[in-house]
């Protein structure tokens, strides 16, 4: 069984700064790709960043120059460094991770996990 648990969010200003945590604990193989969505209100979750196993990051152009996505793989952790924050950044982050495990006598397997969330607010 794995489990994702993001800490970090919070109120902020605009123009603030907030990271994010999520950590992966449970009988992990490997973990592969990890990523973070946010999902305002009334609106569909959204792809935030993606960063590979490797360390190679992607960004929702929204997010471009602004936030950085990186991983402690030793630590099983993803973290979203989020500045210069604007009203619009305002959702519930969530954490996802694709991940393989194994299990005693028998054979691995490989699925989605996500956290539970975390709420960013951006407000004066």
């Known amino acids: 069984q794995v489990q994702l648990v993001e800490s970090g969010g919070g109120l902020v200003q605009p123009g603030g700064s907030l990271r994010l945590s999520c950590v992966a604990s449970?009988?992990?193989?490997?973990?592969?790709?990890m990523e973070w969505y946010r999902q305002a209100p009334g609106k569909q979750r959204d792809l935030v960043a993606t960063?590979?196993?490797?360390?190679?990051?992607n960004y929702a152009d929204s997010v471009k120059g602004r936030f950085t996505i990186s991983r402690d793989n030793a630590k099983n952790t993803v973290y979203l460094q989020m500045n210069s924050l604007k009203p619009e950044d305002t959702a519930v982050y969530y954490c996802?991770?694709?991940?393989?495990?194994?299990?005693?006598?028998?054979?691995?397997?490989?699925?989605?996990?996500w956290g539970q969330g975390t709420q960013v607010t951006v407000s004066s």
């Open positions: 996802y991770a694709d991940i393989s495990t194994f299990r005693y006598g028998g054979p691995s397997s490989r699925n989605d996990y």
């Open positions: 960063i590979t196993r490797g360390g190679s990051p």
């Open positions: 449970g009988t992990i193989l490997s973990i592969y790709a």
